[in-house]
């Protein structure tokens, strides 16, 4: 009778242990659930069998227990598993719970520098305060265009993907600091947009701007404005944290931030191949632009799909398989 008590106040709790042991992930409430379901589990087998249980019982939680501890013997997951993980579910993930905070910064860069540039086409006073006349020929007949050109594509892609890295860096971590150092940042790459823009505007290269400017562009700036907002969202979670105790809010941005630096460093050494080769190269200016928004549109394809997935799938982008392996099978 004890048996059959213990059986029927037990049997959920089995259950839930053997709903665990089939879940491909865990996130990391639910490891430390499976541990210990696994733990008081096997305690009830040893009660059982001292009781003399049936057998039935007896072979189910038996089997039950060795597939549970199975999964905590297996070993850390292997690079390729964590790799797929990572790009498939955790940096998307972090990408579009960050998407309308990197909607934000890019409107607004696109506002200041569309405001500065129709500022300057508008103003020779203010072309002439800016560069000399022999600076502006310089700048719009030779300068603009040999700067994509001037050194071989293979050392001018590794080049412009440090100085974006470093660019993306400096905006993430300046975010980190009560967001406004970042919006500094953004503000004077605006500037500078805007500014050539302005120049080129007013010498009829507007075309020459946008056909060398665009292919490339797209994904560079739109992940030096991913990169900032995740900045942003730490700083702002320091200032409000909301609901989370503030530690707890910023050290969660602080992780998302860090995956978000890391997958962005691929982003980034594709945007540098698109425009050490695809930028300077004898293609038609529609074909270059045409590479730059499928590139693009292939990231927001990326971001949004993926992470939206992963979203509804419960991941959690802290999750890491190889935790359930720091715990050791019960043996009391």
Same mark, same amino acid.
């Given at each position: 009778?004890?048996?059959?008590?213990?059986?029927?106040?037990?049997?959920? $709790?089995?259950?839930?242990?053997?709903?665990?042991?089939?879940?491909?992930?865990?996130?990391?409430?639910?490891?430390?659930?499976?541990?210990?379901?696994?733990?008081?589990?096997?305690?009830?087998?040893?009660?059982?069998?001292?009781?003399?249980?049936?057998?039935?019982?007896?072979?189910?939680?038996?089997?039950?227990?060795?597939?549970?501890?199975?999964?905590?013997?297996?070993?850390?997951?292997?690079?390729?598993?964590?790799?797929?993980?990572?790009?498939?579910?955790?940096?998307?993930?972090?990408?579009?719970?960050?998407?309308?905070?990197?909607?934000?910064?890019?409107?607004?860069?696109?506002?200041?520098?569309? $405001?500065?540039? $129709?500022?300057?086409?508008?103003?020779?006073?203010?072309?002439?305060?800016?560069?000399?006349?022999?600076?502006?020929?310089?700048?719009?007949?030779?300068?603009?265009?040999?700067?994509?050109?001037?050194?071989?594509?293979?050392?001018?892609?590794?080049?412009?993907?440090?100085?974006?890295?470093?660019?993306?860096?400096?905006?993430?971590?300046?975010?980190?600091?009560?967001?406004?150092?970042?919006?500094?940042?953004?503000?004077?790459?605006?500037?500078?947009?805007?500014?050539?823009?302005?120049?080129?505007?007013?010498?009829?290269?507007?075309?020459?701007?946008?056909?060398?400017?665009?292919?490339?562009?797209?994904?560079?700036?739109?992940?030096?404005?991913?990169?900032?907002?995740?900045?942003?969202?730490?700083?702002?979670?320091?200032?409000?944290?909301?609901?989370?105790?503030?530690?707890?809010?910023?050290?969660?941005?602080?992780?998302?931030?860090?995956?978000?630096?890391?997958?962005?460093?691929?982003?980034?050494?594709?945007?540098?191949?698109?425009?050490?080769?695809?930028?300077?190269?004898?293609?038609?200016?529609?074909?270059?632009?045409?590479?730059?928004?499928?590139?693009?549109?292939?990231?927001?394809?990326? $971001?949004?799909?993926?992470?939206?997935?992963?979203?509804?799938?419960?991941?959690?982008?802290?999750?890491?398989?190889?935790?359930?392996?720091?715990?050791?099978?019960?043996?009391?």
């Amino acid at each position: 009778m004890q048996g059959l008590r213990i059986v029927a106040h037990r049997k959920p $709790a089995w259950d839930r242990l053997a709903a665990l042991t089939r879940q491909h992930r865990l996130t990391g409430a639910e490891v430390d659930e499976f541990v210990q379901l696994y733990r008081e589990s096997s305690a009830d087998l040893a009660q059982l069998q001292r009781l003399g249980a049936e057998a039935a019982t007896l072979d189910w939680l038996t089997q039950t227990l060795g597939r549970a501890r199975a999964k905590l013997a297996n070993p850390a997951p292997s690079w390729r598993t964590e790799f797929a993980a990572f790009f498939l579910e955790r940096f998307p993930l972090v990408l579009y719970r960050a998407r309308y905070w990197w909607l934000a910064v890019s409107v607004g860069f696109l506002l200041v520098a569309g $405001a500065l540039a $129709a500022w300057v086409a508008a103003n020779p006073a203010v072309q002439q305060a800016l560069l000399t006349d022999a600076e502006t020929r310089e700048l719009v007949n030779v300068q603009f265009e040999e700067y994509y050109s001037a050194n071989p594509a293979t050392s001018f892609a590794a080049q412009v993907w440090t100085n974006n890295v470093w660019a993306a860096a400096a905006a993430l971590i300046l975010g980190m600091v009560f967001v406004l150092p970042a919006i500094w940042i953004l503000w004077l790459n605006a500037a500078n947009v805007g500014v050539i823009a302005g120049i080129m505007a007013a010498n009829d290269r507007l075309d020459l701007f946008f056909g060398l400017i665009t292919p490339h562009g797209l994904l560079e700036l739109t992940a030096v404005f991913a990169a900032a907002a995740a900045g942003m969202r730490v700083g702002w979670a320091l200032l409000a944290p909301g609901p989370r105790p503030r530690s707890q809010a910023a050290a969660q941005e602080g992780r998302a931030a860090a995956l978000v630096a890391l997958g962005l460093v691929v982003v980034l050494a594709i945007s540098g191949v698109i425009e050490a080769f695809v930028t300077p190269s004898g293609l038609p200016t529609w074909t270059r632009i045409t590479i730059g928004f499928v590139a693009w549109a292939a990231f927001l394809i990326y $971001a949004i799909g993926l992470g939206r997935r992963a979203e509804r799938n419960g991941v959690d982008p802290d999750d890491s398989q190889s935790d359930i392996a720091g715990y050791p099978p019960y043996s009391g």
